[in-house]
């Protein structure tokens, strides 16, 4: 039972190098989602997307670009890090809007540390 | 907009007292209410939810009622257990299409044995 999973778990950046993270879902679900955590604030939606081929903006989406080529895969990208990026990042997915009642499946993490 | 007010953490507790984790909240229409839970080193996971007003959201020992006079969605256990520390987050999802979960900041909950 694979869920939601997130690659890479850890990775260490120099400011201003880029790197890609990708999160997988098994289960057929329509959206999937982007969070950062941060301590004292919570999770923070990044982006999202309704469906294959689509894309939107959350509440803190600058210095981050998402692509959603296959159903299952939803990848975040940072073209130039810097250390305000340091957080761990949540992958999370869920059923479309009809059958949606708000819950969200989510991955283990990604932790992120920008020097 | 819609925003979950979560009272300040951490709680630490001894094993099987009772616990009380208060959320509030501020949304248009009659939003569905959550609590996640996450636990060391994972994700976050669904511990139960309330759809309407009144409706009690229950698992794992833990219940929180569907308060829409009060706005609020207080997380209660009668026993806690050292396996509970972990940090639980209060959300809301509104009505309407394509809406979207806004979480509170979460608590985090020690229980020492």
């Known amino acids: 039972n694979a869920g939601v999973t997130q690659t890479p778990k850890f990775r260490v950046l120099k400011t201003g190098q880029s790197m890609t993270l990708l999160c997988a879902q098994d289960?057929?679900?329509?959206?999937m989602y982007w969070y950062r955590q941060d301590p004292g604030m919570g999770l923070r939606l990044i982006h999202y997307s309704v469906g294959e081929g689509t894309t939107a903006k959350g509440e803190v989406p600058d210095g981050y670009n998402v692509s959603r080529l296959k159903k299952q895969n939803f990848l975040l990208g940072l073209e130039s890090a810097a250390p305000s990026q340091t957080s761990v990042y949540f992958c999370?997915?869920?059923?479309?809007?009809?059958?949606?009642?708000?819950?969200?499946?989510f991955g283990e993490g990604s932790r992120l540390t920008v020097l | 907009g819609n925003s979950v007010t979560q009272m300040e953490g951490p709680v630490t507790l001894s094993e099987e007292a009772f616990l009380t984790i208060n959320c509030t909240y501020t949304?248009?229409?009659?939003?569905?209410l959550f609590w996640y839970v996450q636990y060391p080193g994972e994700g976050l996971q669904l511990l139960l939810k309330?759809?309407?007003?009144?409706d009690k959201g229950s698992n794992k020992g833990f219940e929180a009622t569907y308060r829409k006079e009060t706005t609020s969605f207080h997380l209660e256990k009668g026993s806690v257990q050292v396996s509970d520390s972990a940090v639980y987050f209060c959300a809301l999802h509104p009505t309407g299409a394509n809406s979207k979960l806004t979480f509170g900041k979460g608590i985090t909950l020690s229980v020492r044995p």
């Open positions: 999370a997915s869920s059923y479309s809007y009809s059958g949606n009642t708000g819950e969200l499946f």
């Open positions: 309330a759809t309407k007003a009144d």
């Open positions: 949304a248009t229409g009659y939003p569905s």
């Open positions: 289960m057929n679900h329509e959206y």
